[in-house]
């Protein structure tokens, strides 16, 4: 690799957030869906008198990406406090 050349993405900033924050959210949101949905039937959840979900499909994609972007959420404040104010180490 000659100077000129970029980093690889997992070398960048964003490639390393990537991977130390969506990649474990990710994998924790298909957990949290499969234990979630294992224990409360999908067309039973009724919110203010609305059912949330017409079929069981859609309401297992809501739920995978509701529970992505709470544990995305959750990943990014650690990811944020343990940088420091100076940003990731190299």
Same mark, same amino acid.
């Given at each position: 690799? /000659?100077? $000129?050349?970029?980093?690889?993405?997992?070398? #960048?900033?964003?490639?390393?957030?990537?991977?130390?924050?969506?990649?474990?959210?990710?994998?924790?949101? !298909?957990? $949290?869906?499969?234990?979630?949905?294992?224990?409360?039937?999908?067309?039973?959840?009724?919110?203010? &008198?609305?059912?949330?979900?017409? /079929? #069981?499909?859609?309401?297992?994609?809501? &739920?995978?990406?509701?529970?992505? $972007?709470?544990? !995305?959420?959750?990943?990014?404040?650690?990811?944020?406090?343990?940088? &420091?104010?100076? &940003?990731?180490?190299?």
């Amino acid at each position: 690799m /000659t100077p $000129a050349d970029p980093k690889p993405i997992g070398e #960048r900033r964003i490639g390393r957030f990537m991977m130390q924050v969506l990649w474990p959210s990710f994998l924790m949101a !298909a957990v $949290a869906v499969g234990v979630f949905f294992s224990m409360i039937d999908p067309q039973e959840l009724v919110f203010i &008198g609305v059912h949330l979900a017409d /079929t #069981r499909e859609a309401a297992y994609t809501v &739920g995978f990406f509701l529970f992505w $972007a709470l544990f !995305a959420a959750s990943s990014a404040l650690t990811w944020v406090l343990t940088c &420091g104010p100076d &940003g990731p180490k190299d």
